[in-house]
């Protein structure tokens, strides 16, 4: 199903697969529009699963726990983000498929936001699982650059009778069709294949480092993630957990643009990105945010 967005393939696939009430797992830190989606559409238990402290990988013990609590209503729906946003961790092929499987032995669905596949480093590769559990969200919008175009879809198993039905009905509600010249580029883009972006992704790799280099005030093991997607994942000292704060205290006095973690489930974190700019353009935007850290540290935010 070809979708407005990724973000409307994940609202379309809420309303499909949800009814008021229900439980749904995320872990933290989890991608705020996710968490707005069941919280717009009547989603009245999230459950916030925790992660590796370490890689930022979701907690499958815990969710084992929760998928297999006979006390409990098991929840509809598990979901993750592979690689990561805001974490930009990355889910390997083994535990991505013991997650499948647990969800598959509770009766839960599974869906997989795949909207950086295209992003990785390190050799890393991204995978994609398929099953009558599973419903895959792609995004044109990043893997090939049409921000703004608005185009991705949702790979959902058709052997699951009435699910594309239900789907459709709400595709018609809200934006009935992707725009038509998005997905003429899309299809563009599909012929001319992924070879263009992976060629071009790799030239944010010395953006991560630019950033890497610009969080070291924080101290060595203050910044995670970055194995895919576009992000770094960093804790800020410990007398900083307001980070909305140092947020706009960022903005306003070193003109440099975060995330707080608070918006992703972790309070005292900053998601930073390293997409969007030309190295000379990161190179100035990452000195400011060196400064603004050093600032922070020595003399707090004055």
Request: hydrophobic fraction near 40%.
């Amino acid at each position: 199903m070809v979708t407005a967005g990724a973000n409307q393939a994940f609202v379309n696939l809420v309303l499909t697969l949800c009814d008021a009430g229900d439980s749904v797992v995320m872990f933290a830190p989890y991608y705020f529009n996710a968490y707005m989606s069941f919280q717009m559409t009547g989603v009245t238990d999230i459950l916030v699963g925790p992660s590796n402290p370490k890689t930022l990988q979701p907690d499958a013990d815990w969710l084992e726990n929760i998928l297999m609590n006979k006390d409990k209503p098991v929840p509809k729906l598990v979901t993750v983000v592979n690689p990561g946003n805001p974490s930009g961790a990355y889910i390997p092929l083994p535990l991505l498929k013991r997650i499948s499987d647990l969800c598959k032995a509770a009766g839960a669905w599974l869906v997989v936001d795949n909207t950086y596949e295209y992003f990785m480093y390190d050799g890393l590769e991204h995978s994609c699982i398929e099953d009558n559990h599973i419903l895959n969200i792609f995004s044109f919008s990043k893997a090939y650059g049409m921000m703004g175009w608005r185009v991705g879809y949702i790979a959902y198993p058709m052997e699951v009778e009435g699910l594309g039905a239900q789907l459709l009905k709400v595709q018609d509600n809200i934006p009935i069709c992707a725009s038509i010249i998005g997905q003429y580029l899309a299809l563009y883009s599909l012929e001319v294949g992924p070879q263009w972006i992976k060629g071009r992704v790799q030239d944010l790799v010395k953006n991560r480092e630019i950033l890497v280099k610009a969080l070291s005030p924080l101290g060595e093991d203050a910044v995670k993630g970055g194995e895919g997607a576009i992000y770094l994942w960093a804790k800020l000292p410990d007398k900083y957990s307001d980070d909305f704060e140092v947020v706009r205290w960022l903005l306003n006095k070193h003109g440099v643009v975060v995330i707080p973690g608070s918006a992703s489930g972790g309070p005292g974190y900053i998601r930073i990105s390293f997409g969007g700019l030309k190295e000379p353009e990161c190179e100035v935007a990452a000195q400011r945010l060196k400064n603004g850290l050093e600032e922070l540290l020595k003399d707090g935010m004055v």
